[in-house]
């Protein structure tokens, strides 16, 4: 009979130093694996479900505490707070505020209800950031939460805020679709390798991009 393993994932104490320090090791193994973070200028920042998993490490869980609509004429702009609460008995061990607008994106259609998610998601990353930001760091994350650093109309790999030059990766996929023999696309494949700017994971994620190219190509 073949014995059915469970993994239980250990709850870490912040307060211990040697804890924290192996806490860290999980959550970067994690956070590789599930490709939550976004390289920006050579900078690696953790999507808030990055942060949620540090917190359910440390027994924590974000509570959005309010929500307010402050929009005005044409701009719907919503503000929220969120608490982050210790599991074990219920008080509140951080706090963070953020907000999202409209104008950010210089979209005026841009959905109200896709602005107040945004509000929500960017407030737990926040708290979440004032109270481990340190421990974030220590896994080798930047202690910005990737969703402050994104237009909240594009998807991660699309376009960012404090950004005025493509990332290289952007820049990769945009020479990518343009190519149109297979030797081209080998050449490609082998500038893909040695290029230094571009993450692990963005070297697969280009590599599968080729393989659907090549497909393409050979209708």
């Given at each position: 009979m073949t014995e059915k393993k469970?993994?239980?994932?250990?709850?870490?104490?912040?307060?211990?130093p040697d804890q924290m320090a192996?806490?860290?090791?999980?959550l970067k193994s994690h956070v590789i694996k599930q490709e939550l973070f976004t390289n920006i200028q050579g900078k690696n920042y953790v999507h808030v479900e990055g942060w949620q998993f540090a917190g359910g490490l440390l027994?924590?869980?974000?509570?959005?505490?309010?929500?307010?609509?402050?929009?005005?004429?044409?701009?719907?702009k919503w503000i929220s707070e969120c608490e982050i609460v210790r599991i074990k008995d219920g008080a509140v061990i951080g706090f963070g505020t953020a907000l999202c607008s409209n104008i950010e994106s210089k979209k005026k259609s841009f959905d109200e209800y896709a602005v107040l998610s945004m509000a929500q998601t960017r407030a737990i990353g926040k708290a979440?950031?004032?109270?481990?930001?340190?421990?974030?760091?220590?896994?080798?994350?930047e202690s910005t939460p990737a969703e402050e650093m994104v237009k909240p109309h594009l998807?991660?790999?699309e376009g960012f805020v404090d950004q005025q030059?493509?990332?290289?990766?952007?820049?990769?996929?945009?020479?990518?679709?343009?190519?149109?023999?297979?030797?081209?696309l080998a050449t490609f494949r082998a500038r893909v390798k040695d290029h230094e700017e571009l993450t692990k994971q963005e070297q697969i994620?280009?590599?599968?991009?080729?393989?659907?190219?090549?497909?393409?190509?050979?209708?």
């Open positions: 469970e993994v239980a994932l250990k709850q870490y104490d912040i307060a211990a192996l806490m860290a090791n999980v027994g924590t869980y974000p509570r959005i505490s309010k929500v307010e609509n402050a929009s005005s004429g044409t701009e719907k979440y950031r004032n109270s481990i930001g340190w421990v974030m760091k220590l896994a080798g994350y998807t991660y790999s030059q493509p990332t290289a990766y952007q820049s990769a996929v945009k020479v990518l679709n343009g190519i149109k023999t297979a030797t081209g994620k280009l590599y599968e991009l080729i393989e659907d190219r090549k497909k393409n190509l050979g209708k």
